[in-house]
């Protein structure tokens, strides 16, 4: 589960939000610079439980209104399909019935991009780690930790292959199993959001639906810039230039089952509790859906093997250890 905003984003030297006042449910930017003719519009909603954010500009007001209209439809419309903060969704009936017929395209779309990454990372990645989400949210909630037998039990559930998609239905071929979009969903959501606003006409624009891309430029002529999120108190927060891909973060300080991060809801399928190399993993990637997915994969990555992996994937990554360390494969390294 996603229950903060994960990325401080920007433009220039300062903070996205410092330049923005909030009026009558609408979030309006404040001046930028006189060359700059374009409109700027803002839109905050919850979604996925969390705030998503999303500006956007054109050179006339009203396309850009609609356009702000139909991202907002388009989120609305993942959630409906694969949100589990709502129980009437495709993924909640799916988990709750075992079985979904006449699963729309874009759930199937999400899906046979988990199983490819699932297949390239021999399972680091599996949409089929509910049941862990299960025990471990359980034994939080007594003041404990899941106990060795249940948490075998529960990982025997978790199989990416017993997960049957087929263009008419969606199966778990388990009693027991269940299905978390939240580690590719919001990437999906982001770039389907990215694809509607380019349908109307918008080049420039800054998509933050838990993940992050973007389009063009920022107010002023700016490139976007990204505060990656530090997992360590007193760590530097490197700054990440835009360069028209997509960025994603995961990061053991979301949602942590002890207090000392450990077990937090960042699953390894293969033993069932959370892998021990990283605090945060951003993937900068061309698609927002990959990105989001393959921040799982490089938390079960230990260090001898990011490089080989970035590589793999053609992706770029910030990660950060357990002891605040950054490790980036950015050609220009961080700021």
């Not at 999303?54 to 907002?72: F, G, I, K, Q």
Request: proline share 4%; aromatic share 6%; with cysteine.
């Amino acid at each position: 589960m996603k229950t903060q905003r994960r990325q401080l984003l920007g433009w220039g030297a300062g903070l996205l939000a410092a330049g923005s006042t909030l009026t009558g449910g609408s979030v309006f930017a404040a001046p930028t610079a006189a060359n700059d003719k374009l409109v700027w519009r803002e839109r905050a909603l919850i979604g996925f439980g969390t705030t998503l954010w999303l500006r956007a500009a054109h050179a006339n007001a009203d396309p850009l209104e609609l356009a702000l209209n139909d991202a907002v439809k388009a989120i609305r419309g993942v959630e409906a399909d694969m949100s589990l903060f709502n129980p009437d969704s495709a993924v909640c009936r799916l988990n709750r019935d075992g079985v979904l017929h006449q699963p729309s395209a874009q759930l199937l779309s999400v899906l046979a991009l988990a199983r490819h990454v699932s297949e390239r990372s021999q399972g680091a990645f599996d949409v089929t780690v509910q049941p862990l989400w299960n025990i471990w949210s359980q034994a939080q909630a007594a003041d404990g930790l899941p106990e060795h037998k249940l948490l075998q039990r529960q990982l025997k559930l978790v199989n990416w292959r017993a997960l049957e998609v087929k263009t008419d239905t969606v199966r778990l071929n388990n009693k027991g199993m269940g299905v978390s979009l939240n580690g590719i969903a919001q990437g999906y959501a982001a770039d389907l959001v990215r694809s509607v606003l380019q349908s109307h006409g918008v080049m420039h624009a800054l998509i933050d639906t838990g993940e992050t891309a973007v389009l063009g430029h920022a107010p002023g002529d700016k490139p976007w810039r990204f505060g990656v999120e530090s997992a360590a108190a007193n760590a530097k927060q490197p700054v990440v230039t835009a360069d028209g891909r997509a960025m994603a973060t995961s990061s053991d300080a979301h949602t942590a089952f002890t207090p000392d991060h450990v077990h937090h809801h960042i699953f390894d399928p293969h033993t069932g509790d959370s892998p021990r190399y990283w605090s945060t993993a951003t993937v900068i990637a061309p698609s927002c859906a990959l990105a989001d997915a393959l921040t799982k994969v490089f938390f079960m990555c230990p260090p001898s093997m990011v490089q080989r992996t970035a590589r793999a994937w053609g992706v770029d990554v910030v990660l950060q250890d357990k002891n605040g360390k950054w490790l980036s494969t950015l050609s220009g390294g961080l700021g």
